[in-house]
């Protein structure tokens, strides 16, 4: 276990790269070889290493006892394999079979395919999609935040105040925050800035069609 604990950024590095050569395989021998049976192996060992950065990120809280950097990059990670992560494999599997069919010379998408494609660089269809993922995530971000507040303040007299006044933000330190722990904070103050980045991006293919378009 002590092993675990000491190398666990490279077992982590080690099993993304991993992650990433699998649904490479995974495109090139479905795409290149026609072989789509075998191909399905290596979506389950995809799914297996996302397990085990799971089953990682628990043995060390449970040897350690605390949640730590660690631990989060991890959960988002997973969270991201499991959302956000399912539409980007669908843009990787298309660019696959077009790259690879281009190769062979032969098509491999469909009339769909190539409308999904093209409704993909509409402005207006980018920012659409934009706004309501981004919406989700105020939401979730929301009360997720609430929840994180109350069990870290006495009243709600208390956590008005912190509301109005974000003094304590430059303290940078759960005592003087409405977080219960160094830890909730952490996860809280970390995922305020990525929760920021994320909603002015998205609003920019609004704000700024024309120059969001890629």
């Not at 002015?200 to 069609?209: A, I, R």
């Amino acid at each position: 276990m002590e092993l675990l604990i000491k190398y666990q950024w490279e077992i982590f590095i080690t099993i993304e790269v991993l992650s990433v050569a699998v649904l490479l395989f995974f495109g090139v021998i479905r795409y290149l070889f026609g072989k789509y049976r075998l191909s399905r192996l290596f979506l389950f060992g995809f799914l297996i290493l996302l397990g085990i950065e799971a089953v990682l990120a628990i043995l060390i809280y449970r040897e350690t006892g605390e949640i730590s950097t660690f631990q989060i990059i991890i959960t988002v990670f997973v969270l991201y394999a499991c959302t956000f992560g399912i539409v980007d494999f669908l843009k990787l599997d298309r660019w696959m079979r077009k790259t690879i069919g281009r190769w062979r010379g032969v098509e491999l998408l469909t009339d769909k395919d190539y409308r999904i494609m093209e409704r993909n660089k509409d402005p207006k269809f980018i920012a659409k999609k934009y706004r309501w993922s981004s919406t989700a995530h105020l939401v979730v971000f929301a009360v997720v935040q609430c929840i994180f507040w109350t069990n870290g303040t006495d009243s709600f007299e208390e956590l008005l105040r912190y509301l109005t006044d974000f003094s304590w933000v430059e303290s940078g330190t759960a005592a003087d925050s409405p977080y219960a722990n160094e830890t909730v904070y952490g996860i809280g103050m970390v995922w305020g800035i990525v929760f920021a980045v994320d909603f002015l991006y998205s609003w920019s293919y609004t704000l700024f069609p024309s120059s969001s378009l890629k």
